[in-house]
């Protein structure tokens, strides 16, 4: 993976997009004491390299009709498939969100957002059938504190600086 180097200007602009999804670049020109056009060619190059991709609008799960949220840590066997196709069935079936496969006492972490506890049961026999699994466990989310998919604001300034100055 080729390391980027970014300056502050980057990093306010970075951070900005984070924030908002997107920048009047107008105001954010003014602010920072830069050109419209440094502006422009900074966000095209943040795509060109990767920093920034898609243009997603987030839904509310809640609101759309998807309130229960479920966590499963699923231990898998790899004497048919391998990790990845393991990981590939899981991606495809419908009301998961996010698959990560670890390291540790689980192989993968599969977070969810179905309908209600008739979907949930739906999915969770859909992952127990799923060539590889060896055994799973679920847990229903009662109350969320913090779902952030934004990554910048999830830090302070101070730690920020120290991740873009190298430190």
Known sequence: MTEVTLDEVDFKILRRLDEHGDVDVDELSDELGVSTSTIYYRMEKYRDQGIVTGNITQLDP????????????INATYAGPGYEEVAEKLMD??????????LGEMSFYVLSRVKDH??????????IQTEGIENSTTNIVLR????ENRLLVNY??????????GE
């Not at 609101?63 to 840590?73: D, F, R, W």
Request: hydrophobic share 45%.
């Open 62 to 73: 809640q609101k759309v009709g998807l309130g229960l949220t479920a966590i499963t840590e």
């Open 118 to 127: 008739e979907h949930l049961q739906r999915l969770m026999e859909a992952i």
């Open 144 to 147: 969320t504190f913090k779902d």
């Open 156 to 165: 302070n300034d101070e730690d920020l600086e120290r991740i873009f100055s």
């Open 93 to 102: 079936l419908s009301g998961v969100q996010r698959v990560f496969f670890m």
